[in-house]
């Protein structure tokens, strides 16, 4: 197995760079942040995005804690990729992550000054400072279940050697985690309210909310919605279509996840 080291301080851009270094190179998988990365698909870890503190944030990624390293390990044993990618701020960052992983030491170690020009690491470093933007190189939908309400926008990656056309290899997603965050966000019951019932009455059928409940829990909510109907409108179907509109919109509009969205008919207008 051979490791490969990319290795640069917070807020340089290794992240969005991962996919290009581990295209480049032949690269199965990548280890960032306490994520286990194939095909830009997440197969086991937790990310250090996820937490709330940046203390918290820096054990996470070093796989301080012995579950979460056993975890990525036993997916490596299962995988036997014959090459790895692991994303570092430093050196001995790099080394406290393949201790833990009980991985070789690196073959060749990347700089992301070798990469990336002065100017594009400044851009990045601004991101990160100014507006507590951060990469991970996995398509937003396969962060949702990790990052349910977290400020998340996916961002297309496409790579051109010289002399080839342009194309795309993957996904990465842009967001904000918890400790980088000025302040805090919070989404009231009532903005909940308000977005169920006008896209409810959006809908062919519905004529009327009567009354909307709902259970907000910790990352996401539970909504009950009593509605009339228009008498004539086959209702399985109206439902369906109710459920599917207002989770769509409220998870797009909050971020919030929505475990369920029950649908209650009240009445028929004729």
Do not use: W
Request: charged share 25%.
């Amino acid at each position: 197995m051979e490791v490969y080291a990319l290795v640069g301080s917070s807020g340089t851009g290794k992240s969005h760079r991962a996919m290009t270094v581990a295209y480049e190179n032949g690269i199965e998988v990548v280890i960032d942040d306490g994520l286990l990365i194939k095909d830009g698909c997440k197969l086991a870890g937790k990310s250090a995005k996820r937490e709330a503190t940046t203390f918290a944030a820096v054990k996470r990624a070093i796989f301080y804690d012995p579950e979460h390293a056993k975890e990525i390990k036993e997916c490596l044993a299962k995988l036997k990729p014959t090459k790895i990618l692991v994303l570092g701020t430093s050196l001995h960052m790099i080394e406290h992550i393949t201790a833990a992983l009980e991985l070789p030491e690196p073959m060749r170690v990347i700089k992301i000054e070798d990469i990336a020009t002065e100017r594009e690491i400044k851009m990045a470093r601004e991101l990160r400072t100014s507006h507590g933007m951060h990469v991970i190189p996995v398509p937003t939908i396969e962060l949702k279940a990790d990052f349910p309400g977290y400020l998340v926008d996916p961002l297309k990656y496409f790579f051109k050697k010289k002399n080839e056309p342009r194309q795309q290899i993957g996904e990465k997603s842009i967001l904000r985690p918890k400790f980088s965050l000025i302040g805090k966000l919070l989404i009231s019951e009532y903005v909940i309210v308000q977005i169920a019932t006008y896209f409810a009455v959006q809908i062919p059928g519905i004529t009327r909310v009567n009354r909307v409940v709902v259970n907000m829990k910790e990352e996401g909510v539970t909504i009950r919605l009593e509605v009339t109907a228009r008498y004539n409108t086959f209702l399985p179907d109206l439902a369906k279509k109710v459920q599917a509109d207002v989770q769509q919109h409220i998870e797009y509009l909050t971020g919030l996840i929505v475990y369920g969205v029950h649908v209650f008919f009240k009445s028929l207008d004729y």
